[in-house]
């Protein structure tokens, strides 16, 4: 087997190609063909050594993947995941960014027919963060969301899913991305607009029911409802002090559960180790909805796995509006 592999943080330049034996048969779980497995921003700060999650070096990169089952236990079976089948998961640690995999098959789910890999790989990270956000939402009908970067790959998937469900959003992205935000059926708001607080309490009658943030700004709370609810997805932590910043925003959401607004944290690693039937709910259910219609995919665009590193400097200079996965 062949994965990447992050000895020490830094650039891209210390992304390396490295071989391994196969995986030896673990009991409990199989061994899976990774055939694509998407990179993205999360990646890229574990590289950097600002990952929470990642605290040392001397890992492979990546979370989410499509793959190829090339063995089999009675559980498996059991689930109706034969060799051969395609399957696609999030890991609750990262490990994707490599040729195969040991797999408990608890965490698996079947990719539907009409589903190519590399859409397919997109999704797991991003549909989970997604469909575990609206949950903690706590959405009663016709209530008005709030979602920090609504083009962005997970707000456009909370988007869409909100609006389905007859929900009036409010999307804050760039100028650059207004038009994407509006096609998506929400109301566009400049994400630097200083006015943006007033701007969401005259368009929702007095503060939005839930926001969704990915920056961990508390300037958020002010734009939601005493009763409602504030979810945060990550912390956009100060240069060099990521972790840090990540852990104490952290901390501040928890000790605000009870507070009004209330906050709520999505952690999917932990959500996919501890609850891994519910986490193969949301997947299965984003994948079936892409298949229908009902969901818009992000724009992919596939990457050779031998060009890791020539992707991790393409996501370090910005890379807007395509997920890049990577094709074994």
Request: charged share 20%; glycine share 10%; proline share 8%.
């Amino acid at each position: 087997m062949e994965r990447t592999l992050v000895g020490r943080f830094g650039g891209p330049e210390v992304v390396e190609h490295v071989s391994h034996p196969d995986p030896a048969p673990s009991r409990g779980r199989v061994s899976v063909r990774v055939t694509h497995a998407s990179i993205g921003s999360t990646d890229v700060l574990a590289r950097r050594g600002g990952y929470l999650l990642q605290p040392r070096p001397g890992f492979a990169p990546g979370y989410d993947f499509v793959g190829v089952l090339e063995t089999t236990t009675p559980d498996a079976a059991a689930r109706g995941l034969a060799v051969g089948t395609r399957v696609a998961a999030c890991l609750p640690r990262m490990g994707s960014h490599a040729t195969s995999i040991l797999v408990p098959p608890r965490l698996l789910v079947r990719v539907p027919a009409a589903l190519p890999s590399e859409i397919a790989a997109a999704l797991p990270l991003d549909a989970i963060t997604a469909g575990l956000a609206l949950r903690l939402a706590r959405l009663r009908p016709g209530d008005p969301l709030l979602v920090q970067g609504a083009s962005g790959p997970v707000g456009s998937l909370i988007t869409q899913r909100a609006v389905a469900a007859g929900h009036p959003v409010i999307g804050t992205a760039s100028a650059a991305n207004r038009g994407t935000v509006a096609a998506l059926g929400a109301t566009w708001l400049d994400y630097r607009d200083p006015e943006l607080v007033t701007r969401v309490h005259d368009a929702t009658a007095g503060g939005a029911a839930a926001a969704i943030d990915h920056t961990g700004s508390n300037g958020v709370r002010a734009a939601v409802a005493s009763g409602g609810t504030v979810v945060r997805l990550s912390f956009v932590g100060r240069p060099g002090r990521e972790r840090r910043d990540t852990f104490t925003g952290g901390l501040a959401t928890l000790s605000r559960v009870v507070a009004r607004p209330r906050e709520r944290l999505v952690s999917v690693p932990a959500f996919v180790a501890a609850r891994p039937a519910r986490a193969r709910e949301l997947l299965a259910g984003e994948l079936d909805r892409v298949v229908s219609g009902e969901l818009r995919a992000p724009a992919v665009e596939v990457v050779p796995f031998a060009d890791a590193r020539a992707a991790h400097d393409r996501l370090d200079r910005g890379l807007a509006g395509t997920k890049l996965v990577l094709a074994m």
